[in-house]
């Protein structure tokens, strides 16, 4: 299964490896910034504006390790990704902000013993309905 999410991982990135140490954010209405960066890269600060799709990707490795992954990718290039349990915050109070944003498959991730990928918001749909 970890080859999984690391195969989905490399398509996004273009081969960058993955670690089981992931970032933390700080979050607020204008954006999210990390706060503890593995591997020592330095933090970045991302607007939501600048927002182009937000995922929720899962795992058949829970409950003893990470196995629910929230992915969000922005108009930088960047690939922010981090567990649901490292990420103290909750990210999902802010989503409200994307409209559109497709809270019916955040609730089907949760549900999820899989490996699977959701995606819950792009900036290229026109869809309104939350």
Request: glycine residues 6%; proline residues 5%; charged residues 20%.
């Amino acid at each position: 299964m970890w080859e999984f999410l690391k195969r989905w991982f490399e398509l996004l990135r273009g081969g960058t490896q993955v670690s089981r140490k992931w970032p933390q954010y700080s979050v607020d209405d204008s954006g999210f910034t990390e706060i503890s960066a593995p591997d020592g890269a330095i933090p970045k600060t991302h607007l939501w504006s600048d927002v182009l799709h937000v995922g929720v990707i899962t795992t058949d490795e829970g409950p003893f390790f990470d196995d629910v992954f929230f992915v969000i990718k922005t108009r930088t290039g960047d690939l922010c990704m981090t567990s649901q349990d490292a990420q103290k915050l909750d990210l999902l109070q802010y989503f409200k902000i994307l409209p559109g944003f497709q809270w019916d498959r955040v609730v089907e991730a949760m549900g999820s013993a899989d490996n699977a990928i959701f995606p819950c918001w792009d900036s290229t749909w026109t869809s309104t309905a939350a």
